[in-house]
């Protein structure tokens, strides 16, 4: 199969983390239409919670 565009690309999943240095500052999960990053939020007591769409056009 070839693809011709990337209109027929999917992402099923999408798992990372986000390092600085030794330090891990965030990580994120989700697919081709939602993102989702969880860092820590200014304070350093909570988590915070970012959710990104994702489109093509």
Excluded: C
């Excluded at 199969?1 to 690309?9: C, D, S, Y």
């Excluded at 990372?16 to 994120?28: K, P, S």
């Excluded at 989700?30 to 304070?43: A, I």
């Amino acid at each position: 199969m070839r693809i011709q565009g990337i209109e027929n690309v999917l992402i099923s999943a999408i798992n990372g983390e986000i390092w600085r240095n030794n330090d891990l500052v965030a990580f994120l999960y989700g697919d081709s239409v939602k993102n989702t990053f969880v860092l820590p939020s200014h304070d350093g007591k909570k988590l915070e919670l970012i959710e990104v769409a994702m489109t093509i056009s």
